[in-house]
């Protein structure tokens, strides 16, 4: 990858030409959905004055705002999905392919479960998986892949989120055979219980914790393997450092695992990190943030010199 040099020049060629046909789809879909909502309340406002007989005709007027309100639903998902589909297109997939022109973008693809679950980065068993934005690529001879996920689960207390944010999958070396797990101190993936290893926890192989000696590290994160001799080669000081400023520069509860021959990553993020801005495009810096969320995987990669274990 190319150095990026020139962020005005892509944004004046490549994105300013489409921000005002986005941004008219964006108002398109917003008018439809005021319509919608005043023919929904309008609807609901005309059956209880009837109700009430405060307005014998109100039947025929609610049918009637009724329906305006169902074409309103109609054209409020058409405008609105087309703005989206449109912005991925023109804004998300210009700045991958701009940042790195043999990168393959999907917009409604996703990292898949098989690849979660042998992360091992977050057991909880989980009963609802989604996720977008996948796009993969070669680079510092890594093959890689990524998507935003969301995992969560429901049960009698609600809905429980378990991972929201990137996720990603480096291929690294194909001799390696176990699985070492880099977990948040205190958030080691262990059950506590047998009711939990086997009803509310995905599977593990069995671990032991690995010292690494390296005092800062110990303080945020916990490491345990299957294979101590990978374990020490994969975590040396410089990966351990690496780790630590990734996790101080995006201030954020990172966590890593290298199982069978794959490097996992999963940044957690409470916002949707590659949708539209609900107030539109027009401003440059939202285009900026876009860019360097994908910038992030690149540097990641790099940071953490995976092609040393290839």
Known sequence: MEPVKDFESFYTIK???????LDNERSSAYNWKKFTLFTGAGAIACFFLNFLKIFPSGTILAVAMLLMCITGVFFWTKYNDRYIDDFKEKIIGQIIT???????YKPMGFVSKKEYKASGLYRRRFTDFDGDDYWQCNYNGIAFHCSEINSWYQDMAGKQNIFKGLFFVANINNSFSGGTYIWLKGKAQ???????EHYRMLPLPNVHRVNTGHMEFNKHYSVYTTNSDEASLILNYNMLDHILLIKTKLQSDISFSFVKGKCYIAVPFEENLLEPDKNGLLDKQEIKNYFY???LVFNIIRKLELNRLT
């Open 98 to 104: 701009y940042i790195y022109p043999s990168a393959v």
């Open 293 to 295: 969320t994908i910038l």
């Open 190 to 196: 262990l059950a506590s219980s047998l009711a939990d």
């Open 15 to 21: 994105i300013l030409p489409f921000l005002d046909e």
